[in-house]
């Protein structure tokens, strides 16, 4: 288990919040220019699926390093260096036009993201109560996703009026933001003053049994963070393993979406900043909407089933997309497959929270990290050699549907998974885990 026993710590928790917010505004800010600025110099889907690959890359190569960086090393000096070398490059790059270069920049920021990514998800937990998780995740996971909002929509009407430059400024500033918040925040992961704070996690831990670790409680001591390995938790096996499927099979849509909306649909820049941000509206609304029953429910296998069916609402909703003939018709479709997007995601957090002891949570953050942004990756070189053969607007059916079957592919493994977990708690007579069940041990959001 990886949460604190003592009160919550709202104030860090609201840093974090804030921290994640402005940050994310400035990534997708940074991002939707860069994008925006290649389709409207007349690259084609290959350009705009380097870039994205560029941006992503980094977060899967360094995902085994900066996950133990982030169980090792004191949380504050991660935040701060990274975010001081992470504002330095966004400046270099608002200087910057030859596209090798950019694409280099890029990479170079991406590489600070696997850094700080996984620090504040892994904070988040230690900074609450186990019942008061649930809350926690989906606050900050509104903070990411009203950043992600307003990025693009930001971006449409920065670029318009002023080019790419400023809103590669505003990205560097939104950096020093961070920065402050890790010399603000009093909560601390990491380093020697971290590891003498943690209890040995004593008591009903998930994953003392090996063919199902994680499945439920048990008695004696908790793994350690080098003896903690997902691939012993059936569960979270068969929760990365769905996500990542789905979103590889789905993720096209990130490269074909800009030139769907712009070309076919015939939409401004500005109307592209509010339509993809439609979709981020809905994560918030979604996040908040699942929080109170993630809070009730402490069967981590139907926690599991609810995330797939959410997942199958979300790749439904862009196939629906590819039939509408305005793109203000976007709006309503992708709000409620953000909805359902921004439930899967206060699900995966809590889940990962609930079932990975709190000295390896950097490390379980960072893998999962790696998972879903290398699925990601698939989709961005998909979705570029897919512009080169076909029209957006089948292309976009095309992802709907695939990231669809891909749900229907993965009901019976992942119902398989969660039987499985209430057969091993059933063999111990045990209830199945959850956070009551395990106040007694130590303390995310994506």
């Known amino acids: ?9 709202w104030s860090d928790v609201w840093l974090a919040t804030v921290a994640r917010g402005v940050s994310s505004c400035g990534d ?7 994008t925006l600025a290649l389709q409207s110099a007349g690259a084609g889907g290959t350009a705009v699926s380097g870039l994205l690959i560029a941006a992503t890359l980094p977060l899967v190569a360094l995902a085994p390093l900066t996950g133990r960086l982030a169980d090792r090393v004191n949380s504050r000096t991660l935040l701060v260096g990274a975010g001081l070398a992470q504002a330095a490059i966004c400046l270099a790059l608002a200087y910057t036009r030859h596209p090798a270069l950019v694409i280099g920049l890029v990479a170079l920021l991406a590489a600070g993201l696997a850094v700080t990514q996984p620090v504040l998800s892994a ?8 019942a008061d998780l649930p809350r926690a995740s989906a606050l900050n996971q ?6 992600a909002l307003a990025g693009p929509a930001l971006a449409g009407l920065l670029v318009g009026g002023f080019g790419t430059r400023l809103p590669l400024l505003v990205d560097a500033a939104s950096y020093l933001v961070l920065v402050a918040a890790g010399l603000l925040i009093r909560t601390r992961r990491g380093g020697a003053r971290s590891a003498a704070r943690v209890k040995p996690e004593a008591g009903p831990t998930p994953g003392a049994e090996p063919a199902t670790h994680g499945a439920g409680p048990s008695t004696g001591t908790g793994p350690t963070a080098d ?5 012993r938790d059936r569960l979270l096996v068969a929760m990365v393993a769905s996500l990542a499927g789905v979103i590889g099979a789905v993720g096209a849509i990130n490269v074909v979406e800009v030139f769907f909306i712009r070309e076919t649909l015939g939409s401004s820049t ?3 900043g509010l339509v993809t941000g439609s979709w981020t509206l809905g994560i918030v609304l979604g996040a908040w909407a699942l929080a109170p029953l993630v809070r009730r429910l402490t069967d981590d296998g139907r926690l599991l089933g609810t995330g797939l069916l959410l997942l199958g609402g979300s790749c439904v909703a862009v196939l629906v997309s590819a039939a509408v003939p305005s793109a203000w018709l976007l709006v309503p479709i992708w709000l409620l497959g953000g909805v359902a997007n921004g439930g899967d995601n206060v699900l995966n957090n809590v889940l990962l929270a609930r079932r990975v002891p709190q000295v390896a949570l950097g490390r379980a953050y960072a893998v999962f990290g790696a998972a879903t942004q290398g699925a990601s990756m698939v989709g961005f070189a998909a979705g570029g050699l897919l512009l080169e053969l076909a029209e957006p607007r089948p ?14 592919a993965f009901a019976v493994p992942v119902a398989r998974a969660a039987r499985a977990e209430r057969v091993a708690a059933a063999r111990r007579g045990g209830a199945v885990p959850g956070p009551d069940a395990e106040l007694a041990t130590s303390r995310a959001a994506h």
Do not use: N
């Open 28 to 34: 997708f800010l940074a991002a939707s220019a860069l």
């Open 123 to 130: 904070l988040v937990p230690v900074m609450v109560r186990p």
């Open 395 to 408: 292309l976009v059916a095309a992802c709907g549907l695939a990231g669809t079957l891909a749900v229907g």
């Open 1 to 9: 288990m990886s949460f604190a026993s003592d009160r919550s710590r």
């Open 270 to 272: 500005t109307v592209y």
């Open 227 to 231: 003896g903690w390995r997902l691939r």
């Open 142 to 147: 509104t903070a990411g996703t009203l950043g």
